[in-house]
């Protein structure tokens, strides 16, 4: 094989997390649907360029590389389809990412510049009902509210075999953003971290179906000391009349494993 082909990173230390899935019948019942799902004729997308084809197929099994070989077949990695099955949460990429892309600071004031460069403009209705959550919402300590746009991630091999991603499915919503103590700084791997809130992660989709949650090691930092975040996006139209009554729920349910963690590791792990 002369041309090489773009590895998706590895995660490291998943026993944990798949232990914890292997243990919920519900969950292995959603991650078989969703595989299945883009397995079939509707959103299955055969590669046209049956070469490209065999040489991701070859090397996939030489390197016993399964989320090379998952990404041909359906277009989605082995965390893809952990995450599209609301098993793990998505990858916070910080303040300063695309996903989930912040449309308002930290006071709650409009990213003008932001909104004018992706051509989404915040209509009057969506800003009015995020001004009237953060007024009526006390926020927990350590935690902000934001007006953000949540994508899904779609990767595919481009013909040099290069990895490419797409963000599709835009919802916009209101998001919590909550501050946790630095799993890294206790040796953890991020796959480490998200069974660590596995529970709190379950918890929170079973009170909120279809909330959007993330989770960022060392995404945050304050006075020079680095820390973790979890964010919960509720989409506006889902959420709009209980979205009070949900952040309620959602903020005793961070908050609970916020208190687990901190016991963990140290109460100066996330001065609060």
Same mark, same amino acid.
């Given at each position: 094989m002369n041309q090489t082909i773009s590895k998706i990173p590895r995660e490291e230390a998943v026993e944990a997390i798949f232990?914890?899935?292997l243990q919920s019948p519900n969950a292995c019942a959603r991650l078989s649907e969703i595989f299945y799902e883009h397995l $079939?004729? $509707?959103? +299955?997308?055969? =590669?046209? =360029?049956? /070469?490209?084809?065999?040489?991701?197929?070859?090397?996939?099994? /030489?390197n016993q590389d399964?989320?090379? @070989? @998952?990404? /041909?077949? !359906?277009? +989605?990695?082995?965390?893809?389809l952990l995450r599209e099955a609301y098993l793990i949460p998505k990858r916070f990429n910080?303040?300063?990412?695309?996903?989930?892309l912040l449309l308002t600071d930290a006071d709650g004031g409009l990213i003008e510049q932001?909104?004018?460069?992706?051509?989404?403009?915040v209509s009057h209705h969506e800003f009015a009902k995020f001004q009237e959550v953060?007024?009526?919402?006390? !926020?927990?300590?350590r935690s902000r509210l934001y007006l953000a746009d949540g994508f899904d991630i779609i990767r595919s091999y481009t013909e040099q075999l290069n990895i490419e991603e797409k963000l599709c499915n835009r919802r916009r919503?209101? &998001?919590?953003?909550?501050? &946790?103590? $630095?799993? %890294?700084?206790?040796?953890?791997? /991020? %796959?480490?971290?998200y069974a660590i809130i596995w529970d709190a992660f379950c918890s929170i989709q079973k009170s909120a179906p279809s909330s959007m949650v993330y989770y960022g090691q060392e995404t945050g930092s304050k006075d020079g000391q680095k820390y973790d975040e979890v964010g919960i996006l509720l989409p506006i139209h889902e959420f709009e009349?209980?979205? &009070?009554?949900? &952040?309620?729920e959602v903020d005793g349910i961070v908050l609970s494993c916020r208190e687990k963690m901190i016991k963990q590791a140290g109460k100066d792990s996330l001065p609060l």
């Open positions: 232990s914890k899935i $079939d004729d $509707d959103n +299955r997308i055969p =590669d046209s =360029d049956p /070469e490209q084809f065999a040489k991701i197929f070859f090397s996939a099994y /030489e399964i989320s090379a @070989l @998952l990404l /041909e077949v !359906c277009q +989605r990695s082995m965390f893809d910080g303040k300063a990412g695309m996903n989930p932001v909104v004018t460069e992706e051509g989404k403009g953060l007024q009526n919402h006390h !926020c927990a300590p919503g209101i &998001l919590a953003l909550y501050a &946790l103590p $630095d799993t %890294a700084a206790l040796g953890m791997s /991020e %796959a480490q971290a009349k209980q979205m &009070l009554h949900h &952040l309620e």
